[in-house]
């Protein structure tokens, strides 16, 4: 088989990269993933009690990006939908990111109305403040509430998520955790939040069906080597993997997923119920909060974090460490020596970096206008 672009993984990298070329610039993309769907970590399905849940973890959509959503709209209609989380503190169940609505949650009213005026007073209505500027305070009671915040919400989440303590991770992962001065409890405030109307699984399908684009799957692009010839190849699996882990293995986390099907019709008030200090799991969603889904009974997701081990497991979290992205340095020096630019490095493990949906989507629509696309 003779093709232009050779593009290994099927997820939104791999995915886009193959629409832009195969309807922008006319060229023959053959895409191949090892897995037995398109979708990458985003694939959804209808599971035996017809709920539609994802695979590898709920995926909800949102962007500041208008180019990245007028780009995938030409794929998917949108079912409007604002992400709530809630975390068990103390008995209590919480608004996170932190917010004037959680102090109320948490302590007495007279005591949080202090609080928030003080909040307030300090850093201004509708700021987002990190966790560890406000740690620096020198007002007790600030410091006693961005401490408890640290304490109960942060901290036992951190140390389940990475097996790590906070400040054995790069500062810029501690650093960005926000205590939000504002009531809206809206886990995300960007311009745009939605769902694929039909499922990502289906978007996928309607980005693909392009009569230049082939995709293979059940196939890692090693068994194909021999046998297609190709100008130019993408490449979205790791980038340790394809040289041959000769400079080490890049780690990542792991998670194990346990599904849990229910016969009542709503199980929680809200998708996600985080659990930062009890059990082992972080965190449970349930499907048909986030899908709007109408249908009998009702299927959970529950995440196990786990130290990734390529025979059991996925590789799922980039780790953040220093020394990680130096190891990840020598691959991309690597990369242009040995390849001088034949192979386009890109995505979640290409790039071992972690990327929302919509970064993804627009790191591929970047690498298209570099590869000469508009
Ligand atoms: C648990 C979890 C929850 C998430 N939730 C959200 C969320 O709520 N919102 C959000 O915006 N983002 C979320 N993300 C991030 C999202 O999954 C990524 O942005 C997206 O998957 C990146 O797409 P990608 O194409 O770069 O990588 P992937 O989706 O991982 O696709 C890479 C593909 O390459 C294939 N592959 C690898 N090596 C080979 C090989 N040798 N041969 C053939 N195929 C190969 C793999 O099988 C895979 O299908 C979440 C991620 C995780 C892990």
Redesign the pocket.
């Known amino acids: 088989m003779k093709v232009d672009w050779l593009i ?8 886009v990269l193959a629409e832009r070329i195969a309807s922008q610039l006319g060229q023959k993309v053959l895409v ?4 037995n769907h398109i ?4 694939y959804d399905f209808y599971d035996e009690h017809g709920v539609l849940v994802h695979k ?7 962007t500041n990006s208008c180019k990245v959503w007028d780009y995938l709209s030409q794929f998917t209609e949108w079912r409007p939908y604002y992400h709530r989380v809630l975390a068990s503190v103390e008995g209590k169940l919480v608004p996170v990111p932190f917010n004037l609505n959680s102090l109320y949650a948490l302590f007495p009213p007279k005591y949080a109305e202090r609080l928030e005026e003080k909040l307030i007073r300090t850093y201004g209505f509708g700021v987002k403040v990190p966790i560890l500027k406000m740690k620096e305070t020198d007002d007790v009671e600030m410091r006693f509430l961005a401490d408890y915040i640290y304490r109960n919400i942060f901290y036992g989440y951190t140390l389940k998520q990475w097996g790590l303590k906070p400040e054995e991770l790069d500062p810029s992962v501690t650093g960005r955790v926000p205590v939000y001065i504002s009531r809206d409890d809206r886990y995300f405030q960007d311009t745009y939040q939605a769902m694929p109307k039909h499922g990502y699984t289906v978007m996928f399908q309607r980005i693909l069906a392009h009569k230049n684009i082939k995709v293979l799957l059940n ?4 068994e194909i080597a021999g046998e297609v010839y190709f100008n130019r190849m993408i490449y ?3 980038i340790d ?1 394809f040289f041959g882990f000769t400079k080490g293995s890049l780690p990542y986390r792991s ?1 194990r997923f346990e599904f849990l099907h229910l016969s009542e019709e709503w199980h929680q008030n809200v998708g996600t119920l985080n659990y930062p200090n009890e059990y082992d799991f972080t965190r449970i969603t349930e499907f048909k909060r986030l899908s709007g889904q109408v249908c009998p009974g009702t299927t959970l997701v529950v ?1 196990y974090p786990e130290a990734y081990d390529p025979v059991v497991n996925e590789p ?2 980039p780790v953040p460490r220093e020394e990680n992205q130096s190891l990840y340095r020598l691959y991309k020096e690597l990369a242009q020596k040995e390849l001088e630019g034949r192979v386009i490095f ?5 790039d071992y970096r ?7 989507v627009a790191r591929a629509l970047t690498i298209f206008s570099e590869i000469g696309g508009r």
Do not use: C
């Open positions: 290994v993984g099927a997820g939104f990298t791999g995915a191949v993933d090892r897995r979708g990458g970590n985003a590898y973890g709920p995926h909800i959509f949102h196939t890692d692009y090693r979205t699996g790791p993997e998670l995440e799922y979290y890109a995505g979640r493990l290409g972690y990327y929302n949906m919509d970064q993804a």
